[in-house]
């Protein structure tokens, strides 16, 4: 990415924010990484690294502790390690063992939550799990990070035979001490080691009556350390012994640096990896203390900052108490892909320049891989360069003052912009006569648009005002002013012009009048009203906001009322409907009970004898009447809830569906008018299209509550059943068909038992009664009459 002037990181602020990434990463590869790091043009990488730092983010604040830890450094070890019969140092392999435990942890996490961060996934791939060599480097060392006395057989065995000379020399020494501290030959103080022997110490002038080796006197030379003839034999011994334990820990550091020699291409690739970690944790981290989001990543030239802090100031706060910090207001700005200049103006401190730095160092941290703290639904362009014109580039050694160095930076941008470049510049056409800076600059500015780079621009010159209001591709924009105390509020308002408020706050600390007077009239009197009326517009526009908020505070208001009003409506119709529901079911019980007890009496009038079919009829008619109407009612609500509950969008070909009649799902095939026909269990079926209620996911097919239904058979239900049927005399075909007919009526009609009189004579009408009566499965069984009522000549039928 080309960035121009060379310090445009300092003057932008991208330093600071490099600096503070430095400070969260763990390893000094990653800090490396970082002290150097720039902003990516390519797209692809870009996007890459935004959806590993998004993941990354989300599994910091939400998932369990990520396993980052002891990334050491190997890579001199590893260089070290390379020729052969090469020896690296026992903490190499400490570090070793580490860094290859962390490698495994950290990508069977990863491999363990793979679909909830697919972009660290594809970088865990590159880590090599390297079980052999940690099981061959634990076997050999203490959790302390030492070599274990049974690395070897060997080492083990010369380990014990040292520790039991050592035993042996601390005998013979302390009998050598109790012999001279009787004699009063001895100091206070107890042996020691001298020249890697063990020594006691011996007053001076008794050093020649004990036989002994001298190894060192005290500074004052009173002492003197003496090994005594009785130790020296075991102390060479140990000395031996020391030397073989040496070159044995040798042979097993080359084996072990041969085992490590054997994984160096894996190890460096873990390193690198895992470093690659550490850079994108590091980045989080920093992402997630400035509150940030990933924006989206524009298609076009189109910018929107919604709610976007300025970096450095909150980063600034992080560091104060919360008393101490200082209040920050974020910035929205928009620009359309077609508006390629944005000219800012408004009073000095406003935060004109605050609002460029914004711009330029969220652009820069987004194409370094960072989220930016601004809402997510903020989109930003990818730049492929960036120019910077901002503050005092005054050269003392190439002899250049401000201005020629603003015509350098000219210069320079020119040859090297294009449609994906970001301008910034600074009060523009400072430094120099301002008409003809004015006019050099709004050249810039058309030669900038002609290349289609985006351009903001902050000055105080009117002509560039007036230029931004009438070209096409340019707009105003302003730092808003608080009319009423002359201070800034540092808000952006695009398409306003701003003023620069000097005869206003020059008022405020009631400078002379005359001085006003004389300034006003020098101005002249078509700037003076036009300064007046850039003024004028900004009151009666923040006028408007407030309205305007005072509005969307009733709208709202309104809206939360007109809700609550539905919701309440929506409940009174609902519990109506659940009254009348109630109503006309027990209609229906009641109608039941009436249908019942008028079949109790017709059953009495049969077995009476006394028949009046006109009163029957009449009595069934008008309670078959009744019946129709709450029939229908309840039909009708329930149609109404159906239409309610299945309001949602219609159904088109290709979607799944349910008919509302059934529990039957299938893929709705083709529609014809009002007709249609769905694919269902390899079957197709054709319905009316308005029976099908589309099924948005799998919960939707599962089978609703059946509806509460009345369903009245006509006729059947209520037909008069007498409680026998008689068919002595009758042929047998005759006989069964009347027997057919009655079970069929008293099934519908619900009776629970009815008697067959069919007479005893042979018993041919009975056993056909019998057969014909072991087929129907609705009969739970028979069985002949007591003698009372008629014997073996009448069978009682009872149903289930």
């Not at 009998?175 to 020594?199: C, Y």
């Not at 075991?234 to 073989?244: A, D, F, G, M, Y």
């Not at 550091?253 to 460096?268: A, C, G, K, P, Y």
Request: with cysteine.
């Amino acid at each position: 990415m080309h960035l121009y002037p060379e310090h445009l990181s300092e003057k932008i602020g991208f330093e600071s924010i490099r600096e503070a990434t430095v400070k969260k990463a763990q390893s000094g590869m990653a800090r490396e990484q970082l002290k150097s790091m720039m902003p990516f043009s390519d797209r692809q990488v870009i996007e890459r690294r935004l959806a590993q730092v998004k993941e990354m983010m989300d599994l910091l604040l939400n998932d369990s502790a990520f396993p980052l830890r002891n990334l050491h450094d190997v890579r001199n070890y590893l260089e070290k390690a390379r020729p052969e019969n090469s020896i690296i140092p026992l903490e190499a392999f400490v570090e070793i063992l580490e860094l290859s435990i962390t490698a495994r942890v950290v990508k069977s996490y990863i491999d363990q939550r793979k679909e909830h961060y697919p972009a660290l996934k594809n970088i865990s791939v590159g880590l090599i799990p390297l079980k052999d060599l940690e099981e061959t480097l634990q076997d050999v060392l203490t959790e302390n990070g030492e070599l274990r006395s049974d690395a070897s057989p060997k080492l083990q065995s010369i380990r014990k035979k040292i520790n039991k000379r050592k035993n042996d020399l601390r005998t013979s020494i302390n009998r050598v001490m109790g012999r001279l501290s009787k004699e009063g030959m001895t100091s206070d103080e107890g042996a020691t080691i001298r020249n890697g022997r063990m020594v006691i110490p011996v007053q001076a002038e008794y050093k020649r009556k004990v036989q002994g080796f001298v190894h060192d006197v005290s500074s004052s030379g009173q002492t003197v350390y003496l090994e005594p003839v009785e130790a020296l034999d075991i102390n060479n011994e140990i000395r031996q012994l020391e030397s073989e334990e040496k070159q044995e820990i040798e042979r097993i550091l080359r084996e072990l640096t041969s085992h490590v020699r054997q994984h160096r291409d894996s190890i460096r690739q873990n390193l690198k990896t895992l470093t690659t970690f550490d850079i994108i944790s590091a980045k989080a981290q920093l992402s997630i203390d400035l509150d940030g989001f990933v924006p989206v990543i524009s298609e076009t030239s189109h910018l929107y900052l919604k709610e976007t802090y300025n970096p450095l100031l909150l980063l600034k706060n992080l560091h104060l108490p919360k008393e101490k910090q200082e209040k920050v207001v974020p910035l929205n700005m928009e620009l359309a892909k077609d508006e390629r200049c944005l000219v800012i103006t408004g009073p000095n401190a406003g935060g004109k320049s605050v609002a460029l730095k914004t711009l330029g160092l969220c652009s820069m941290m987004i194409q370094s891989g960072f989220a930016i703290p601004a809402r997510d639904s903020s989109e930003v362009p990818i730049f492929n360069s960036i120019f910077v014109d901002m503050g005092d580039d005054q050269s003392i050694e190439n002899d250049l003052s401000t201005f020629s160095s603003r015509l350098e930076w000219m210069k320079h941008t020119l040859d090297n912009t294009n449609d994906q470049s970001l301008v910034l510049i600074d009060e523009a056409a400072a430094g120099t006569d301002p008409e003809e800076g004015g006019a050099l600059f709004q050249s810039l500015i058309e030669m900038l648009m002609e290349r289609k780079a985006k351009t903001l621009v902050t000055t105080h010159h009117g002509t560039l005002k007036i230029f931004a209001h009438d070209h096409e591709h340019a707009v105003n924009g302003s730092m808003e002013f608080n009319q009423d105390t002359l201070s800034p509020t540092y808000r952006f308002k695009k398409g306003v012009p701003g003023s620069s408020y000097a005869f206003e706050i020059a008022e405020r600390m009631e400078l002379q009048n005359e001085l006003l007077s004389r300034s006003r009239t020098l101005l002249g009197e078509a700037k003076s009203d036009m300064e007046t009326l850039i003024t004028e517009l900004e009151t009666k526009s923040q006028e408007a906001e407030e309205i305007k908020k005072k509005y969307d505070q009733l709208k709202s208001k309104t809206e939360k009322e007109r809700n609550r009003y539905q919701e309440k409506r929506s409940a009174i119709e609902k519990e109506k409907e659940q009254i009348r529901e109630k109503a006309l079911k027990e209609a229906k019980e009641i109608m039941d009970s009436a249908n019942q007890k008028i079949e109790e009496a017709v059953q009495r009038i049969v077995e009476q004898g006394e028949k009046d079919d006109e009163t029957i009829k009449e009595a069934r008619d008008e309670v078959e009447s009744h019946r129709k109407k709450v029939t229908s009612e309840l039909q009708e609500l329930e149609e109404d809830q159906e239409q309610y509950q299945d309001s949602s969008e219609k159904p088109e070909v290709g979607d799944l569906v349910r008919l509302k009649d059934a529990n039957t799902t299938g893929e709705l095939k083709d529609i014809n008018g009002k007709k249609a026909v769905i694919s269902a269990g390899g079957l197709r079926v054709k319905t009316k299209y308005n029976k099908l209620i589309k099924v948005e996911d799998a919960s939707d097919r599962k089978p609703k509550k059946q509806k509460v239904k009345v369903n009245f058979e006509d006729g059947n239900r209520f037909k008069m059943v007498k409680p026998q049927l008689s068919i002595r005399g009758m042929r047998g075909d005759a006989a069964m068909k009347e027997v057919q007919r009655y079970i069929d009526d008293a099934v519908a009609a619900g009776k629970s038992d009815v008697q067959i009189i069919h007479g005893k004579g042979e018993g041919i009408l009975k056993k056909l009664v019998h057969e014909y009566l072991n087929k129907r499965k609705e009969v739970e069984g028979y069985e002949m009459a007591p003698i009372s009522q008629g014997g073996a000549g009448c069978t009682i039928v009872k149903f289930r």
